[in-house]
């Protein structure tokens, strides 16, 4: 016998007995922890000085055997999984509103068109005051949305405080499955350019998008490019990724894969038909909040030179997640996998702060290449072929958002005005009005400038350094010139009131036609479509 042989033979006896022993040693380990667990979990609910509830403390505790994990590894208890059910299917039972928690009372903040509350003649606005019989005072919008919570067919009794109205409205709601459209809009934009907007990738948003390419090419046989619209767009289910894909590439085409720890679950994913256009000019625009299955689509057709990427760098979440039944209508998601695009990278962040994915150098990520050569980098979202400057609410704008400001003066407003012009006609120009509501609230905005000055401050007092006067004259300054904020940011205010009040009106769609109109991203889009060379260039890597 060959003496190499006669090595291995025990070599690997040794190893195998070794892995099983330490895989024994595992389960151990676990079974051991999973009982010390449980005993504190008794005592601690038995014999601690206060009343507790069991749900709470097992949720904490789940909560942090996952915090060192990544961010999307995530326990879903039975409250949790109509969340989960909207981002993946689209649908949910319900009554097809959202609210928010202002004062003592939630308030209808959203309204999905056609759905069980919009055919009820609830309004955004509405104070959500008692739901069959039980007050609503003090609850926290997930308490209400539990109450709201019911099976298709099931009614229930609403008392609402509406503004404008002498008094409360009694409202019987029939529930039913909401369905939440994942194109709330497609048209023509600029001349001979067409627009589809993608919200999530919820059930048959590949076969959506492609509808509305053939609709837009139907009424405009002289199209000349589209534009893909994912900012905002957090992903959902991967299969409509490929899918989405699918409808500007031809079939066959490798899209993504996945690898994991089980090898058996690893999958490789192509496109499975003809596409309904392969040659038509696409800009896909992105933001920091595409994420997942927008970053599938936007990294693939990247990588295969289909289209060019505008805006600004996506989130960077690679992950695959799948969900695992608990019992109880409990699940986990869990991480199982990363995604790798056809250039073989991978877009998956790998540093975390508080769950938001850290900046990582362009040094420090791999270099791969494009179809047609061009560089591009994993390890950190994908960057734009085209990077356009951040445009997002700031400072007092923000201020104005997040303190329901703007949306109080849109519900106000909805009362004076029962209709409006169409989205593409209607105008906000009541600025003046505007300032003279801000006076009437409790408004209040601490500039980022303010912030860092009292901490100087603060610091300049414990170091006993004698700046009070130049401190004082900085903090003269800075009131000086938050008297001008107003003004200085009025047309992205306006532009956000306008965005609200055409919400009550026109409901989502309304809100992405009406951003269209002075949308500078689109604009951006536009012109680039409109200027075939470089098109063309950019996707060549000249």
């Known amino acids: 016998m060959n003496i190499k042989h006669k090595i291995i033979f025990p070599v690997l006896f040794l190893f195998l007995g070794g892995a099983s022993l330490q895989a024994q040693s595992k389960y151990f380990d676990i079974a051991k922890n999973l009982e010390i667990f449980a005993n504190a979990y008794r005592e601690v609910n038995h014999s601690y000085v206060d009343e507790l509830d069991p749900n709470q403390i097992m949720r904490r505790g789940m909560d942090a055997m996952l ?23 689209g649908t949910y039972n319900g009554i097809g509103a959202s609210g928010l928690r202002i004062g003592d009372w939630v308030v209808i903040t959203d309204i999905i068109e056609d759905s069980p509350a919009h055919k009820a003649g609830i309004k955004a606005g509405d104070e959500l005051i008692s739901i069959d019989g039980q007050s609503a005072k003090g609850k926290t919008e997930q308490e209400v949305l539990e109450f709201l919570r019911g099976y298709p067919g099931t009614k229930t009794d609403l008392v609402v405080r509406r503004p404008g109205a002498n008094k409360d409205l009694k409202i019987t709601l029939e529930r039913g499955e909401v369905i939440v ?24 948003a590949g076969s959506n998008v492609a509808d509305a390419l053939m609709k837009l090419k139907d009424k405009n046989p002289k199209l000349k490019g589209v534009i893909l619209d994912l900012r905002e767009n957090g992903g959902g289910l991967l299969n409509e990724a490929i899918d989405l894909v699918n409808v500007f590439v031809p079939k066959g085409e490798y899209v993504a894969s996945t690898k994991g720890k089980v090898p058996e679950w690893d999958i490789s994913l192509r ?14 625009l992105v933001n920091r909040h595409s994420a997942s299955a927008s970053e599938v689509t936007s990294g693939a057709l990247q990588d295969l030179d289909r289209a060019v990427i505008m805006g600004q760098r996506t989130y960077g979440k690679g992950l695959v997640q799948n969900t695992k039944d608990l019992g109880y209508n409990a699940r986990i998601k869990l991480t199982t996998a990363k995604y790798y695009i056809p250039s073989g990278r991978c877009i998956q962040s790998v540093r975390y702060k508080d769950g938001v994915p850290v900046d ?5 990520r791999a270099r791969f290449k494009t179809r047609n050569g061009r560089v591009v980098l994993d390890g950190g979202g994908i960057k734009p072929d085209v990077v356009l400057p951040v445009d997002s609410a700031e400072g007092i704008v923000r201020a104005l ?4 400001v703007i949306f109080e003066y849109a519900t106000e407003f909805a009362v004076k005005h029962p209709t409006i012009d169409s989205v593409e006609i209607f105008e906000f120009t009541d600025f003046d009005g505007f300032t003279k509501f801000v006076k009437t609230k409790n408004f209040t905005y601490e500039s980022a400038t303010e912030k860092k000055l009292k901490e100087l401050q603060e610091i300049a007092e414990h170091e006993k350094f004698l700046l009070t006067g130049e401190l004082g004259a900085l903090e003269k300054k800075i009131a000086e010139e938050k008297t001008e ?13 306008e965005q609200e009040i055409v919400g009550r009106y026109y409901f989502q769609s309304g809100k992405v036609r009406k951003n269209l109109v002075n949308d500078p991203e689109i604009k951006e889009a536009i012109k680039l479509l409109n200027d075939r060379p470089r098109y063309d260039a950019i996707l060549a890597g000249k």
């Open 360 to 364: 990582i150098p362009e040094s420090e």
């Open 181 to 204: 459209p994942n194109v709330p809009h497609f048209g023509p934009v600029g001349q001979d350019v067409g627009y589809i907007n993608l919200t999530t990738f919820t059930q048959n």
């Open 271 to 284: 496109t499975q038909g003809p596409p309904v256009d392969k040659n038509i000019p696409v800009v896909v």
């Open 401 to 404: 958002l997040d303190q329901n």
């Open 67 to 89: 915090l060192g994990l990544d961010p999307f590894t995530n326990y879903m208890s039975e409250t949790d999984i109509e969340g989960w059910r909207i981002q993946n299917d």
């Open 485 to 497: 904020q107003m003004l200085k940011y009025k047309d992205r205010i306006l532009h956000e009131i």
